[in-house]
């Protein structure tokens, strides 16, 4: 039995082409609704269904149901008008799915960006007005960060807008 159906409890032509990659189908609806929709699912008018996949090479992201008026199995024509609209939705929701992930990166390299430039901005600032240089400066703001258990972003930020101060640490005596 496919993930699919496992994990939601349905099965039918789909739930099987998305494991399979080949056109499911059942020839009469009523087998559909014996076999594939058990007691609790609606039945439907159509006399026939069938599943064809969605597919992008081997990937296969799910399966499209056609379901006909007329029993029997898919004629050429249907089925290759059927898995054009198949391959369009595909293209569709992979195409959806690119965007998205698109998005969420162009965030997440957004939030970088602006944190490195916070923290820049607080290691100018701490060189400045405790006379480091900005090695010590950055290793100054890191180990404050660490030692308050915060972000080193966040304590940047608190810098720059002056909500927070970093007092130096205390030089170790040397021997004379």
Excluded at 47 to 72: C, K, Q, W, Y
Excluded at 101 to 111: H, K, P, Y
Excluded at 132 to 148: K, Y
Excluded at 152 to 161: C, F, H, K, M, Q
Aim: aromatic share 4%; net charge positive; with cysteine.
């Amino acid at each position: 039995m496919p993930l699919y159906s496992r994990v939601t409890g349905w099965t039918g032509p789909g739930c099987a082409n998305v494991s399979d990659r080949e056109v499911q189908g059942s020839e009469k609806i009523d087998d559909c609704n014996r076999g594939w929709m058990g007691s609790g699912r609606p039945r439907h008018d159509g006399a026939a269904v069938h599943a064809l996949p969605m597919r992008l090479r081997s990937e296969v992201i799910g399966a499209l149901n056609f379901f006909d008026t007329s029993p029997g199995a898919l004629d050429q024509g249907k089925l290759r008008i059927g898995q054009a609209l198949a391959d369009v939705a595909t293209i569709g929701l992979l195409q959806q799915r690119a965007i998205h992930r698109s998005g969420v990166l162009n965030e997440q390299l957004q939030t970088a960006l602006n944190s490195r430039v916070l923290i820049e901005q607080a290691k100018g600032i701490l060189a400045e007005r405790l006379h480091l240089d900005v090695a010590d400066a950055f290793a100054l703001l890191r180990s404050g960060a660490r030692n308050h258990n915060r972000r080193l972003s966040d304590l940047a930020r608190a810098i720059v807008e002056g909500t927070e101060q970093i007092l130096p640490a205390p030089k170790p005596s040397r021997p004379s």
